[in-house]
């Protein structure tokens, strides 16, 4: 089953955030809670966690562009 | 990248509060020294989860107001407790990080009508020694490139504090009044070391169920292991991580303040 990796809620303000680094590559086994990808937001950077294990089978954004809250990142192929 | 105007707040003009989501016992989140609500973005959802969550901009911060007195811990406690007042709150939780914990503090001594239990992150009174040259220096910040190194000795891992935070802060400093009032706060903490003992040791406080959340390389206020165990608080030290601990180590952080408050409901 393939669970996907959402921007989180980031408050009533900021509406999306910068994709800075990828952690993981695709195909990369994963597991769930473990950092796979972090953002930047204009106050802060944060990790945004795996929601499942398994692999990571796809990643939707690329680093530098931006994405909304909600946007999926990546989808990851539960094990 | 775009920050939305935050919604009105009529109540308040001195002290803004941030409605982050969330039911049952009111939670406050106090920022740190040159901070803004926004530094819970990764915090809010799980306190929200577990408590009926603000964010708060500290006097001389944000979008309060820069008047932050003689800028002592004690006088912005007076001024937020007003503002606490104002909302008819009682019995919150704080969650303070550095400065913020040293107001929680002075609320819990100077007002424990007010706070039902303290996280405190990396408290004023119980490290080795603020850095000082942080303090001075950050009020005084023009440029990205002496802002991105100094911003970056709060954490263990420099990618988590890079360009967009930098021009943040900067762009905050420009608000008018906000590097006087930094200055005032500094200055402030700098004279402080004396009240803040009194504070820790007050009866008032002691009786508050308490956590303390330190990263164990914080390089701007290292833990003093001794102080912290003659304060008797719940203590969680985090490996590998600085004075943002809530940042850093957001999960571990979160979990951990979260199965505190999961304790201190109601049944």
Do not use: C, Y
Not at chain 1, 54 to 79: F, N, Q
């Amino acid at each position: 089953m393939d669970a996907p990796v959402l921007m989180p809620q980031l408050g009533n303000e900021i509406e999306e955030a910068q994709i800075t680094e990828w952690l993981k590559k695709v195909g990369d086994s994963v597991t769930e809670g473990e950092p796979v990808v972090s953002v930047t937001t204009p106050k802060v950077t944060m990790e945004i966690e795996a929601p499942a294990s398994g692999k990571l089978k796809e990643i939707k954004v690329a680093v530098d562009e931006l994405a909304k809250v909600g946007d999926t990142l990546a989808v990851i192929e539960s094990a | 990248m775009t920050v939305a105007p935050a919604p009105a707040n009529p109540l308040d003009e001195a002290v803004k509060f941030f409605p982050l989501g969330g039911e049952g016992a009111p939670a406050a989140l106090l920022h740190g020294f040159g901070a803004d609500h926004l530094t819970w973005l990764a915090n809010q959802q799980a306190v929200a989860g577990a408590a009926a969550a603000f964010a708060v901009d500290l006097p001389g911060h944000g979008r309060s107001s820069m008047d932050v007195g003689d800028g002592a811990l004690r006088t912005l406690a007076g001024i937020v407790a007003e503002a606490i007042d104002r909302k008819s709150l009682r019995n919150l939780h704080l969650i303070g990080h550095s400065l913020g914990a040293g107001v929680a503090l002075q609320l819990a001594d100077a007002r424990p009508d007010l706070v039902a239990s303290l996280v405190l992150i990396t408290p004023p009174g119980l490290g080795k020694e603020i850095d000082r040259n942080f303090l001075t220096a950050l009020p005084r910040l023009t440029t990205p490139e002496e802002t991105l190194p100094l911003l970056q000795s709060l954490v263990v891992r420099p990618s988590l504090i890079n360009k967009h935070v930098a021009a943040h802060l900067l762009s905050q400093l420009e608000t008018p009044g906000a590097r006087q009032a930094l200055v005032q706060i500094a200055d402030a903490l700098a004279a402080g070391q004396v009240d803040i003992d009194r504070v820790l040791s007050s009866e008032a406080v002691r009786v508050k169920p308490r956590l303390v959340v330190w990263g164990e390389a914080d390089a701007i206020n290292p833990p003093d292991a001794e102080r912290i165990s003659a304060f008797g608080a719940k203590t969680v030290i985090v490996p590998q991580v600085g004075h943002l601990p809530h940042i850093e180590a957001a999960r571990t952080f979160n979990e951990t303040v979260v199965a505190f408050l999961g304790r201190r409901r109601a049944p």
